[in-house]
T-cell receptor
Framework: LAKTTQPISMDSYEGQEVNITCSHN???????ITWYQQFPSQGPRFIIQGYKTKVTNEVASLFIPADRKSSTLSLPRVSLSDTAVYYC????????????FGTGTRLQVTL | DSGVTQTPKHLITATGQRVTLRCSPRSGDLSVYWYQQSLDQGLQFLIQYYNGEERAKGNILERFSAQQFPDLHSELNLSSLELGDSALYFC????????????FGPGTRLTVL
């Protein structure tokens, strides 16, 4: 079971780049890494997913080193509306039975 | 709006009772996931259904059960409720594969008194 570990909280100023790292030492060959964002009292929302190296979309980048034992979510120029909890999730392509959300990182963005 | 609907939005009940939570997936999605989110446990995967059949189980208690109907909506049944079952219950839907993007509903907040 690929357990994930993330920092409990992070603080940032508006306009800065934020990097949130997730550790997943037991990741399996057919596991993907997915990040979700959650606002209070709302369901999580997909941000980005990757398998290795770097993935970029319109809101974030995901960096995964060659050993895949960690990953870093990068949020460029955060704004106050990026204040949320960010979850790292390891997803197995074969079965959801190993679905494991991390503890989440609470990001607080201030002026 | 994710396209996933959940009812009811809030539910208050007493210990020992039974409740049913309902989820309608996005149009075209065949898979439904159920999650429990409580303050001390974080987001816990409970169970997954795909096209009417149970596909995967997570940390679901024996007092809990679920099913997915031919029209693909799903229900989560919670029985013999305990105080510790108070939580937000989310369902999410996706096309089918575990690596597909999951679209979460707004959740049902269950309070057991």
């Amino acid at each position: 079971l690929a357990k994930t570990t993330q920092p409990i909280s992070m603080d940032s100023y508006e306009g800065q780049e934020v990097n949130i790292t997730c550790s997943h030492n037991n990741i399996a060959t057919n596991d993907y890494i997915t990040w979700y964002q959650q606002f209070p009292s709302q369901g999580p929302r997909f941000i980005i997913q990757g398998y290795k190296t770097k993935v970029t979309n319109e809101v974030a980048s995901l960096f995964i080193p060659a050993d895949r034992k960690s990953s870093t979510l990068s949020l460029p120029r955060v704004s106050l509306s990026d204040t949320a909890v960010y979850y790292c999730l390891v997803v197995n392509t074969g079965t959801a039975s190993k679905l494991t959300f991390g503890t989440g990182t609470r990001l607080q963005v201030t002026l | 709006d994710s396209g996933v609907t959940q009812t009811p939005k809030h539910l208050i009940t007493a210990t020992g009772q039974r409740v049913t939570l309902r989820c309608s997936p996005r149009s075209g999605d065949l898979s439904v996931y159920w999650y429990q989110q409580s303050l001390d446990q974080g987001l816990q995967f409970l169970i997954q259904y795909y096209n009417g059949e149970e596909r995967a189980k997570g940390n679901i208690l024996e007092r809990f059960s679920a099913q997915q109907f031919p029209d693909l909506h799903s229900e989560l049944n919670l029985s013999s409720l305990e105080l510790g079952d108070s939580a937000l219950y989310f369902c999410a839907s996706c096309l089918g594969s575990p690596t597909d993007t999951q679209y979460f509903g707004p959740g049902t907040r269950l309070t057991v008194l």
